[in-house]
């Protein structure tokens, strides 16, 4: 239900309704909702702000792009000259489809197959993060068989803990990621057999959503003191990778991300006398504040204790509240004074889990009405699925006032792509 522009002279929830100068109320009238909307001024400001930070040091961003893989923000990062952080062969497509050189491409994750890692080689791609020693053997012999020196740094498990929500740390010794120290020493030992792969990089990531700086420091610490070893003993350290984590403000006032100046002061701490490249992964801090979910109220269901908002976007659309019970500000965005009350805001996906808050004191709302979800840039639609057959939303990026389409809401056509009945039976 399209909802009337009020006339009247701007208010707070006027101001609301703005981003990146567009007025989220009109584009909702002539989009349907959901649909996720980004703000490239925001994501341009995130990155002016941490190289800034960042000045005078021989510092790279490669983006982690699963964060928000959207041809149109990948775009956006190669026009910053913002490299990328792939753990799949599809991250590694969509980057270079985007215009993302070769030479600014780190390749993480503990499952790289044989596919991907050759891919990857083919590609030329600036470092692999090495995350066990049957990958180390496995980059060895491809490499080999390519006749292609692979450069590769080891990713250090720093066994510190993030603070963070524990589906999303990383650095901890029972995490399924990189390797202890003492692993990755005896590596460095043996790196003189390996005649196709130049270890000569150390990589640290310990957690996402990271709101204070003293585990960033502890990590880079630990790092370090391996890398003064390691060149103690004679190995050169061309590049250290402080991975990514940088955490956001998801709820207005009671979270409070980490400066960057403050984060920048400590790696220059860390890392003072190192005179080779650093490289940094941030994902979720160069893009989720920058988005916005915009949905409609489908209706209000009263419940025998709380009072059920449905909107017409779900767990499939933005997953991180039933995955982490992530907290997100809701806004509507709907004109005059309203009474307040307590919501559960849910989704129509028929999944108890599909619930984006749980008693949020909101204004009364109407069918109808429009809602905007806060913090999605990130691990939003890049989280997204069908689940219950609901077409992907559309994704708006706006910019200086005006808006563009970056991704079609899928049809049900494309929706069911690649899908046939049982036809052609094989015998396997
Ligand atoms: C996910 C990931 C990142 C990005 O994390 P954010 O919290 O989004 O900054 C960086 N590096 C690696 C290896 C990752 O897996």
Same mark, same amino acid.
């Given at each position: ?16 309704? *703005? ?44 983006? !982690? ?9 990948? /775009?956006?990062? @190669? ?38 890692? @050759?891919?990857?080689? @083919? !590609? ?40 963070? /929500? ?10 399924? *990621? ?9 590596? *460095? ?12 990089? #150390? ?48 709820? !207005? ?11 920048? @002061? ?27 979910? #915009? ?112 991704? /079609? ?20």
């Amino acid at each position: 239900m399209p909802q009337i522009l009020s006339s009247s002279p701007p208010d707070a929830q006027d101001a609301d309704a *703005f981003f990146d100068g567009v007025d989220l109320r009109r584009l909702a009238e002539r989009l349907p909702t959901p649909f996720h909307a980004y703000s490239a001024h925001a994501i341009r400001q995130r990155i002016d702000g941490l190289q800034q930070a960042l000045h005078g040091l021989d510092a790279t961003l490669c983006y !982690a792009v699963k964060a928000n893989s959207t041809l149109a923000i990948l /775009h956006l990062m @190669a026009e910053a000259g913002v490299g990328a952080d792939i753990v799949s062969s599809g991250e590694l497509w969509r980057s270079l489809h985007a215009g993302i050189p070769a030479e600014r491409i780190v390749f993480s994750g503990v499952g790289k197959t044989e596919q991907e890692i @050759a891919e990857a080689l @083919a !590609a030329g791609i600036l470092r692999f993060n090495v995350e066990s020693a049957d990958e180390l053997h496995t980059l060895q012999r491809l490499a080999s068989d390519l006749h292609i020196a692979a450069r590769a740094a080891v990713r250090i498990n720093p066994d510190v803990d993030a603070q963070t /929500h524990a589906k999303i740390s990383t650095g901890k010794a029972e995490n399924k *990621f990189g390797v202890s120290i003492a692993e990755a020493r005896r590596w *460095f030992a043996e790196a003189g057999r390996l005649t196709h792969v130049r270890l000569d990089g #150390l990589h640290v990531h310990i957690g996402s959503q990271i709101l204070s700086v003293e585990p960033f420091r502890l990590a880079l610490q630990r790092v370090a003191a391996f890398w003064r070893e390691l060149e103690a003993n004679g190995h050169a350290i061309a590049s250290i990778d402080v991975g990514g984590g940088l955490g956001v403000c998801y709820r !207005a006032g009671q979270d409070h991300p980490v400066a960057p100046a403050d984060y920048a @002061a400590a790696i220059r701490e860390a890392l003072a006398g190192f005179r080779g490249r650093i490289l940094l992964e941030p994902g979720r801090y160069l893009v989720a504040e920058a988005g916005v979910l #915009l949905t409609r109220v489908i209706r209000i269901k009263q419940g025998e204790r709380q009072n059920f908002l449905v909107l017409d976007a779900a767990m499939n659309d933005l997953l991180r509240p039933s995955l982490y019970d992530a907290w997100h500000d809701i806004v509507p965005l709907v004109d005059g004074q309203r009474e307040r009350t307590r919501y559960d805001v849910v989704g129509p996906v028929c999944e108890t889990g599909d619930t984006f808050a749980r008693d949020r004191e909101l204004p009364e709302l109407r069918p109808g009405d429009l809602v905007m979800i806060r913090g999605t840039g990130a691990y939003g639609a890049s989280m997204a699925s069908t689940y219950n057959s609901r077409p992907l939303a559309a994704e708006v990026l706006l910019d200086q006032r005006r808006h563009a389409i970056v991704r /079609h809401r899928q049809r049900f056509e494309d929706m069911v792509a690649g899908e046939q009945p049982a036809r052609d039976w094989d015998m396997a």
